[in-house]
């Protein structure tokens, strides 16, 4: 499958489930830029807003775990509390091919929003304090989402996990 195909499924997954739960939203469409500065200038938001989603891999201790973690765009990840959370030695970015079978979207496009039964769900909570809605690529790299923080909140349920870099 293409990429464009495989995005356009998790693209239409995720409107047809935010429609379904009656979510606050829109649909901003622009250009296919992967820097999260330019694109939340491009969507009329603040970089604080913006949802970075994050493919990673715990491991260590007995312990092998796929997680999609989302954060503030303006912030870095601090990779070793997500280990230690989980009760991992240590946490890495997952490889490309590891991204596409959990995601099924390109790097940069990927939602913070988890289709797939391996991937765990956590959110560093710093996202939602300071802002009313959340922005993020929506599957494609040309199509995002602006959302109640509220309504993200409510039917992504991720788990919320502190895991920024202090």
Do not use: W
């Not at 500065?37 to 092998?64: D, H, P, W």
């Not at 990927?110 to 765990?120: E, N, Q, R, T």
């Not at 939602?128 to 922005?135: L, P, Q, S, V």
């Amino acid at each position: 499958m293409s990429e464009e195909v495989r995005g356009t499924a998790t693209h239409q997954r995720l409107i047809a489930l935010l429609s379904q739960q009656g979510a606050q939203y829109r649909v901003v469409e622009h250009e296919a830029i992967g820097k999260c500065e330019a694109v939340s200038e491009i969507r009329g938001t603040a970089l604080g807003q913006g949802a970075k989603a994050l493919v990673c891999k715990v491991k260590g201790n007995g312990v092998k775990k796929h997680v999609l973690a989302i954060l503030a765009a303006d912030q870095q990840a601090d990779l070793s509390q997500l280990a230690s959370h989980f009760g991992g030695i240590k946490a890495s970015l997952a490889s490309p091919a590891e991204v596409d079978d959990l995601t099924a979207c390109v790097f940069g496009a990927i939602p913070p929003f988890s289709f797939h039964p391996d991937l765990a769900l956590v959110a560093d909570p710093l996202l939602f304090e300071r802002y009313d809605e959340i922005a993020f690529n929506a599957g494609l790299l040309e199509k995002s989402v602006i959302m109640s923080s509220a309504d993200y909140l409510r039917i992504a349920q991720p788990e919320l996990v502190a895991f920024r870099r202090s």
